[in-house]
């Protein structure tokens, strides 16, 4: 058997239009490269769509949702989770932005930081089940077991997530390891 004929898709509606807010007074203060200085940009405009982008590109949350669950988790049970580097400004111990490269607990602590910026002034960006998947991981990788379960299931929930069948795999290895029941 053989199929013949043509596949004709529905017409797709882009709709592009000029940044508004905040998202223009980023892009104008940036010289219309707003993602070319992460640093200045999310010193300057952490609310704006710009600045989810780059705390998307720069803290691995677009990495983690590409990468195989079973080598993640491998890497939490052994602590390699903490081995990965991020480079964005955070706030240091007395709450001045300081860009640096940081990894371990002082990267998890950031990235919960910028994620909280993004997912409260962009919950439906395109993106955010890759953050609040990133998030998940974060929290098991400090123990925080429950939460990150709790995190997981939510995603796995979701009927037009991306990263629900991914949730759902880290929730299927979670239970075979022993590390959440039934």
Same mark, same amino acid.
């Given at each position: 058997m053989a199929w013949e004929g043509q596949i004709k898709p529905q017409a797709l509606h882009i709709r592009i239009?000029?940044?508004i807010g905040v998202d223009r007074q980023a892009l104008v203060a940036l010289s219309g490269h707003p993602l070319e200085?992460?640093? *200045?940009?999310?010193?300057?405009? %952490?609310?704006?769509?710009y600045a989810a982008y780059a705390i998307w590109q720069h803290s691995d949350a677009k990495g983690l949702a590409e990468s195989q669950p079973h080598k993640v988790l491998k890497a939490v049970e052994t602590g390699l989770i903490?081995?990965?580097?991020?480079?964005? %400004?955070? %706030? #240091?111990?007395?709450?001045k932005m300081s860009p640096r490269r940081c990894n371990g607990r002082e990267a998890t602590a950031c990235r919960a930081y910028w994620y909280a910026i993004v997912l409260k002034n962009h919950p439906d960006i395109w993106f955010a089940d890759q953050i609040r998947l990133r998030s998940a991981i974060d929290q098991l990788a400090l123990k925080?077991?429950?939460? &990150?379960?709790?995190?997981?299931?939510?995603? &796995?929930?979701? *009927?037009?997530?991306?990263?629900?069948?991914? &949730?759902?795999?880290?929730? #299927?290895?979670?239970?075979?390891?022993?590390?959440?029941?039934?």
């Open positions: 239009s000029e940044p200085n992460a640093t *200045e940009l999310l010193e300057r405009f %952490p609310t704006s769509k903490y081995q990965s580097e991020m480079v964005l %400004p955070c %706030p #240091d111990v007395s709450g925080n077991t429950q939460a &990150a379960q709790a995190d997981l299931e939510a995603i &796995a929930k979701s *009927e037009i997530s991306g990263m629900a069948p991914k &949730a759902k795999q880290y929730l #299927d290895l979670m239970k075979q390891n022993g590390w959440i029941k039934e």
